[in-house]
Nanobody, 126 residues
């Protein structure tokens, strides 16, 4: 069974940091584009960041650029999201996703991602 498993969420004060991990199982994702999305209560799921395979470029939502960094460790086939200077508006469930047919045009949408994790809660207190 193919799975993406997120970890690293938690409760942090505004200005603090967290690092999320996304570890696949069941198949390698080294050639897939991988991404982070988030969903706050009562809101739609939104794009946060994405990274191409094999050291490819990274992409960020405007709201997190300069504070969040997405990276991959290919030996572990794991993706990370380092989140610094967190704000209360970053509170959400964070999901990782992987897709084999993602283009720059479709990267920020949900439809073309093949696999999703179960999500990890990030809560930022003011």
């Amino acid at each position: 069974q193919v799975q993406l498993v997120e970890s690293g969420g938690g409760l942090v004060q505004a200005g603090g940091s967290l690092r999320l991990s996304c570890a696949p199982s069941g198949r390698p994702f080294t050639t897939y584009t991988m991404a982070w999305f988030r969903q706050a209560p009562g809101k739609e799921r939104e794009f946060v960041a994405a990274i191409r395979w094999r050291g490819g470029p990274t992409y960020y939502a405007t709201s997190v650029e300069g504070r969040f960094t997405v990276s991959r460790v290919y030996v572990k086939d794991t993706m990370y999201l380092q989140m610094n200077n967190l704000k209360p508006e970053d509170t959400a469930v964070y999901y990782c996703a992987a897709g084999s047919r993602i283009t720059q045009a479709t990267m920020r949408g949900l439809a073309d991602y093949d696999y999703w994790g179960q999500g990890t809660q990030v809560t930022v207190s003011s």
